[in-house]
């Protein structure tokens, strides 16, 4: 199994910024694409951003030029720097990850965590 402890959600005013974490852990699993899915109440989960080991990028159309994606390989960890944060925003946001062992691809979600935007 791999487990994903995320963090940095919490309650902010339209144009605020948030920083979200997601540290992976999880012995015999090599980790490749981490990312962020958001779900919002009514509406299925969506992509945010994706980002591979090797740094190809994928950004959800809605959120390009305002959210940035990183990771730290060596930490195994992925982080949303989000800016110009809109009342859309607002939704649980879920830490994602693809991992291989034994020559399979398995994923694995965080918990989520709130991002609230909202005056």
């Known amino acids: 199994q791999v487990q994903l402890v995320e963090s940095g959600g919490g309650l902010v005013q339209p144009g605020g910024s948030l920083r979200l974490s997601c540290a992976a852990s999880?012995?015999?699993?090599?980790?490749?694409?981490m990312g962020w899915y958001r779900q919002a109440p009514g509406k299925e989960r969506e992509l945010v951003a994706t980002?591979?080991?090797?740094?190809?990028?994928d950004y959800s159309g809605s959120v390009k030029d305002r959210f940035t994606i990183s990771r730290d390989n060596a930490k195994n960890s992925v982080y949303l720097q989000m800016n110009n944060l809109k009342p859309e925003d607002t939704a649980v946001y879920y830490c994602y990850t693809r991992a291989w062992r034994a020559l399979q691809f398995y994923d694995f979600w965080g918990q989520g965590t709130q991002v609230t935007v909202s005056s």
């Open positions: 999880g012995s015999m699993f090599m980790i490749t694409v």
């Open positions: 980002l591979t080991e090797s740094g190809t990028i």
